[in-house]
């Protein structure tokens, strides 16, 4: 029965800068992994980054790592993506998501039970 809902989406230059949010409903958020994922047209979904329930450890993908920054207000029910130096290959839809599971899952798309609907993400070069 989680709902989440992403924005901050938009078309950005490189070199430029957004800040993604996902917002949460129930008042059982701090319960939940939460992680992000991006799909571009004709690529499989995949992970970019992951934070554990009370936001003491975080994982990204190599490609990321620098550049972007998951982060998570519990009080709010809500996860953030802060993403830097876009290139146009980060181009996507974005996604959130939330699991029940280990953290220690949390890089693989099947042990997330929660979707949300996507904010594109578009770098103009």
């Known amino acids: 029965q989680m709902q989440l809902v992403e924005s901050g989406g938009g078309l950005v230059q490189a070199g430029g800068s957004l800040r993604l949010s996902c917002a949460a409903s129930?008042?059982?958020?701090?319960?939940?992994?939460m992680g992000w994922f991006r799909q571009a047209p004709g690529k499989e979904r995949e992970f970019l980054a992951a934070?554990?329930?009370?936001?003491?450890?975080?994982s990204y993908a190599d490609f990321v790592k620098g550049r972007f920054t998951i982060s998570r207000d519990n009080a709010k029910n809500t996860v953030y993506l802060q993403m830097n130096g876009l290139k146009p290959e980060d181009t996507a839809a974005y996604y959130c998501?939330?699991?029940?599971?280990?953290?220690?899952?949390?890089?693989?798309?099947?042990?997330?039970?929660?979707w949300g609907q996507g904010t594109q993400v578009t770098v103009s070069s």
């Open positions: 998501a939330a699991t029940l599971d280990s953290y220690y899952n949390s890089g693989r798309r099947g042990a997330y039970g929660y």
């Open positions: 934070i554990s329930r009370a936001g003491g450890s975080i």
């Open positions: 129930g008042r059982t958020f701090s319960n939940y992994v």
